[in-house]
């Protein structure tokens, strides 16, 4: 699927919170299943390997850092964080390391979706997409959705809770220095700001980014939305002027690659940021990781590749 290929949509919109995974389909007549094209590794043998290796499982996610040059990042798999998701399914806790990360301070905005490869037994096996990020930590923690959370998103395609939730681990995780013993999800930044960072407590939020073109970042037009938004647990930053989808870049939308999703397009546009998880044998792909918008099911006017910067490396 190239740059501005229209698609149907299955989307649980922004509605999931495995995820939104928003399911794009490239027919609209009969919805596509979400199943991978690449191998998957089930949670539960997830949790074998990283019950069999307590410094933590080695892995790796794929993402854009600049253009569309598709960056293979280091991370370890801590641990599995039951009860984390909306719907009370886990999460997966990673922490990430090499240069972008030291250049972004963490898991940057944008990174929501990028897929989470595990080695079993030499096969490279897909785990889950990059979900959250830590508001208070510069090295690299992150939350994943499992990949079986990921094919569901099409039976689950309800509204969700925008309230921030502390989670027990069932076993403290020891790195770097410290041991962590919980975990606050909290549904955007504004709501994570809200937390104290305690010892043992990492506070982490979506790392997809909903952004605004053509209203001036310091107008009262645009600290209005912001505001009102905020109370329906969205974040919103100012993006650069003119048709997000109008220009002549052009790249696959394949697993790593960063993707936009549109609810408004034209001079003024409002839409997603976020990385692209996994493709579908139907044509479709299903990308982001987390809620979009958390209001249920929603139609996007375009789906659609982009340029990314999110630093320079």
């Given at each position: ?296 099911p929603v139609a996007l006017s375009e789906v659609f590749a982009l340029e990314a910067l999110i630093?320079?490396?």
């Open positions: 699927m190239g740059t501005r290929a229209r698609h149907s949509v299955l989307v649980a919109g922004a509605a999931l919170a495995l995820l939104l995974s928003a399911l794009f389909c490239a027919t609209a007549a009969e919805p596509a299943a979400a199943v991978p094209n690449e191998p998957t590794i089930s949670l539960e043998r997830l949790q074998e390997l990283v019950a069999a290796s307590p410094s933590g499982v080695p892995a790796t996610f794929k993402t854009v850092v600049k253009g569309a040059a598709i960056e293979t990042i280091p991370c370890t798999i801590l641990g599995i964080v039951p009860g984390a998701a909306w719907d009370n399914g886990p999460l997966i806790m990673f922490q990430a390391s090499g240069p972008v990360i030291e250049a972004t301070g963490g898991i940057a905005a944008g990174m929501s979706g990028s897929p989470v490869y595990v080695d079993d037994a030499g096969s490279q096996l897909l785990a889950g997409a990059v979900s959250y990020g830590s508001d208070f930590t510069t090295n690299g923690y992150g939350l994943a959705t499992p990949i079986e959370s990921m094919q569901a998103v099409e039976d689950l395609m309800e509204p969700v809770s925008r309230q921030a939730a502390r989670v027990a681990l069932p076993e403290p995780i020891s790195t770097d220095g410290q041991v962590l013993d919980h975990v606050v999800i909290a549904p955007n930044h504004a709501a994570a700001n809200r937390f104290m960072a305690r010892p043992g407590t990492l506070v982490m939020s979506p790392r997809g980014l909903l952004q605004v073109s053509a209203i001036p970042a310091d107008s009262r037009v645009f600290k209005n939305l912001q505001h009102r938004m905020a109370a329906r647990g969205i974040d919103v930053v100012a993006a650069r002027a003119g048709a997000a989808s109008q220009s002549d870049f052009s790249t696959d939308l394949v697993p790593g690659a960063s993707v936009g999703a549109l609810l408004t397009r034209g001079d003024l546009w409002y839409g997603g940021v976020g990385t692209v998880t996994y493709t579908t044998p139907a044509g479709g792909l299903v990308a982001f990781g987390h809620p979009l918008i958390w209001d249920g630093c320079e490396v």
